[in-house]
């Protein structure tokens, strides 16, 4: 493969009919029937199959969630879910169109391109920062769990857990966003972007795993409360299907973390690695999004034909739970 690099850093592809082609700048003009797909920062061309695939899963789940939103009249988990399908839909988007054109022109995490179009690999940046609204879905079913079980076990107002884990998850979408602005207007070669973005995945890491612990804390200090109830098989469905959920989309930031941490480089293994990515990125975040539909807060939270055990029994007076 006769390949020169300029002293930009710009690969230059010569075919074998002596033609010139740039792969990579402000002026690539390689395509996927002039250059080898190696020379593409992804080194890939993305998977159409797989692509299309998703797009129709979260598509359903958008529906699935829309309804039942409407249905029980849970606004904001079903506003966080339909943000994360959408973005997701369109990350997938631009994935199919960078399957077309690996070599797609603007950085690799805008979102939105300077001119008045969207483009391919702009697009890709939605699905990184997809899950952040689907954990902020998550996020507040803690405050429904204290309040179904036992507001009094919690070591402060069940409320207060609004006020600590949607501002990180704000924080961490505004620290994704911001880094992927400054690496598009490099084409991805702004280190200070790459280490800001990094920031916002691993602060998301960070706050999964204090979620995580939360949670458990929270179930440890009402454990005198809910091993007298009987608190039923959609419940305890509810939970398996919240916790999978969590724990799907805190091994796709590890990976994610993993990933950035090499920068856009085409030296970096993992950027270039598609099974990878369609294992830790596409499966994880897919399946994390059929889980929230299992762990839909109206089966539980707004049944009237699934009232709170605490509140149907009287097995524990409040003066009881003070003491718990």
């Known amino acids: 493969m006769n390949v020169t690099e300029g002293s930009d850093g710009t690969l230059y592809y010569t075919a074998p009919n002596g033609l010139v082609f740039a792969a990579g700048g402000d002026n690539t003009n390689c395509t996927i029937s002039t250059c080898p797909v190696e020379l593409s920062v ?14 129709v899963l979260y598509a359903i789940v958008a529906v699935i969630q829309l309804w039942l939103g409407i249905r029980y009249r849970v606004w904001g988990f079903m506003s966080c879910i339909l943000l994360g399908c959408i973005t997701e839909i369109i990350g997938y988007v631009g994935r199919i169109m960078m399957w077309d054109n690996p070599w797609q022109d603007s ?3 805008m979102q939105i391109a300077t001119s008045n179009s969207l483009h391919a690999d702009s697009l890709t940046v939605l699905i990184t920062i997809a899950p ?6 998550i996020y507040v079913m803690i405050y429904q769990i204290a309040n179904y079980i036992s507001p009094l076990s919690s070591r402060f107002p069940p409320s207060l857990f609004y006020w600590i884990f949607i501002p990180c998850d704000i924080i961490s979408l505004i620290l994704q966003a911001a880094g ?16 800001i973005a990094l920031a916002g995945l691993a602060f998301q890491v960070f706050t999964l795993v204090a979620f995580i612990v939360a949670v458990l804390d929270y179930m440890w200090l009402s454990r005198s409360v809910w091993r007298n109830m ?14 999978a959920a969590t724990i799907l989309i805190l091994i796709r930031c590890c990976y994610r973390v993993y990933e950035l941490s090499e920068g856009y480089s085409r030296d970096s293994e993992a950027l270039r690695d598609q099974p990878l990515f369609i294992a830790l990125e596409g499966v994880m975040v897919i ?3 059929w889980c929230l539909v299992g762990a839909h807060p109206g089966f539980v ?16 007076s409040e003066s009881e739970e003070s003491k718990v």
């Open 42 to 55: 992804y080194g890939y061309r993305a998977s159409l199959p797989f692509s299309i695939l998703v797009i």
């Open 107 to 109: 950085g690799f995490i």
């Open 132 to 137: 952040v609204f689907f954990a902020a879905a």
């Open 180 to 195: 992927g602005a400054m690496s598009a207007t490099s084409n991805g070669d702004d280190q200070a972007g790459v280490n």
């Open 230 to 243: 009987k608190l039923g098989w959609r419940f305890q469905s509810y939970l398996i299907f919240l916790s």
């Open 287 to 289: 399946a994390a999004a």
């Open 301 to 316: 939270f707004h049944s009237k034909s699934h009232p709170s055990p605490r509140k149907a029994s009287n097995q524990l």
